[in-house]
């Protein structure tokens, strides 16, 4: 029986903001490129379009697939959440309606149509592996409308090692120190927003500032931190 590898993506700058999504679809012959931009939406919504899609291409409806995603979102609301959602008319416990409800039930569609199993995989972001890596190159490139060229061909002469799912050591390492520091107290927050920077104490300032908007925001954890990001948000 045929497999089919998908990797999905997808990126928000602004979280809402300007965002993209992205997929490959390798059917061991051919290996097909996917992305797509809305100007106005979230993370959530772009990881889950960038499942569906993909989807959707995969015309084999017979096929197994494993679609890898560094989205815990997709993958728990695909094989955990949406039953319960179902089963509450799309209601959460919390008797709310159910966030981005129209690509759930999509994507629910899209996975019933299958008769082929579906492997829901997670892989760690922006740690090196070249399936994951790819997809979140094309998502931010759409997300911030840079152009890319989106491969659509012979897998023999594709140069992404869709099956290789080492991790990059460095970038684990470098991950790991970013989480580490994201959970550090922070002395405040830079923002720039059409060009002109400004300093917050406090995430709820700097959020209200940048919040849907295409904007550049960073913690800083000292005051020379502080100095040198108003620094490169300058240059």
């Known amino acids: 029986m045929q497999k089919i590898t998908i990797f999905s993506d997808g990126a928000s700058k602004g979280n809402p903001g300007p965002g993209g999504w992205g997929a490959l679809v390798a059917d061991g012959e051919t290996v097909t490129e996917l992305g797509g931009r809305e100007d106005h939406t979230t993370n959530n919504r772009m990881e889950l379009t960038g499942a569906l899609e993909a989807l959707l291409h995969a015309s084999n409806k017979n096929a197994d697939v494993v679609l890898y995603t560094d989205s815990r979102y997709v993958i728990n609301g695909i094989t955990k959440w949406v039953k319960g959602w179902k089963r509450n008319g799309w209601m959460t416990q919390q008797k709310k309606d159910v966030l981005n409800k129209d690509l759930w039930e999509s994507l629910v569609e899209a996975v019933d149509s299958r008769t082929g199993r579906i492997a829901w995989k997670y892989v760690g972001g922006h740690v090196g592996i070249a399936g994951n890596e790819r997809v979140d190159e094309i ?40 989480s580490s520091r994201s959970k550090a107290k922070a002395y405040s927050y830079v923002s720039k927003v059409d060009g002109v920077i400004e300093v917050h104490k406090t995430w709820a300032e700097c959020e209200a500032r940048v919040k849907g908007k295409a904007a550049r925001f960073k913690k800083a954890t000292s005051a020379a931190e502080e100095a040198e990001i108003i620094q490169s948000f300058t240059s």
């Open 139 to 178: 998502a931010s490139s759409f997300a911030e409308k840079i152009p890319v060229t989106l491969y659509s061909g012979s897998a023999n002469k594709y140069t992404i090692a869709v099956d290789d799912l080492s991790v990059d050591d460095a970038k684990q390492k470098e991950k790991s120190a970013s």
